[in-house]
């Protein structure tokens, strides 16, 4: 089995930082990517930073240059560094892994359970 463990997020003020951890473990045979998304209330999920393998990363429109993703590929962790937060990014943020597992070679989409970020005005 493959499971996503999520650390951080919490509340801050709006211009605050916060960062977010994601450690991917189980029975995995390689990761593509890793990355971040996230859900307001009565909104769709959303992509918010994701990095592949070799290191390439894409951000939302909405988060470039306040926000970073990094990686360890050795520790199949991805970080997200959020800073000069805004109250529109409250939202659960979910980690993604898109991976292989040792018993499929199939590439699977992974989620970690989600963790609050609330920015108050």
């Known amino acids: 089995q493959v499971q996503l463990v999520e650390s951080g997020g919490g509340l801050v003020q709006a211009g605050g930082s916060l960062r977010l951890s994601c450690a991917a473990s189980?029975?995995?045979?390689?990761?593509?990517?890793m990355g971040w998304y996230r859900q307001a209330p009565g909104k769709q999920r959303e992509l918010v930073a994701r990095?592949?393998?070799?290191?390439?990363?894409n951000y939302a429109d909405s988060v470039k240059g306040r926000f970073t993703v990094s990686r360890d590929n050795a520790k199949n962790t991805v970080d997200l560094q959020m800073n000069s937060l805004k109250p529109e990014d409250t939202a659960v943020y979910y980690c993604?892994?898109?991976?292989?597992?040792?018993?499929?070679?199939?590439?699977?989409?992974?989620w970690g359970q989600g963790t609050q970020v609330t920015v108050s005005s």
């Open positions: 993604n892994a898109e991976l292989r597992p040792y018993y499929d070679s199939r590439l699977y989409f992974y």
């Open positions: 990095i592949t393998s070799d290191g390439s990363t």
């Open positions: 189980g029975s995995i045979r390689s990761i593509n990517a």
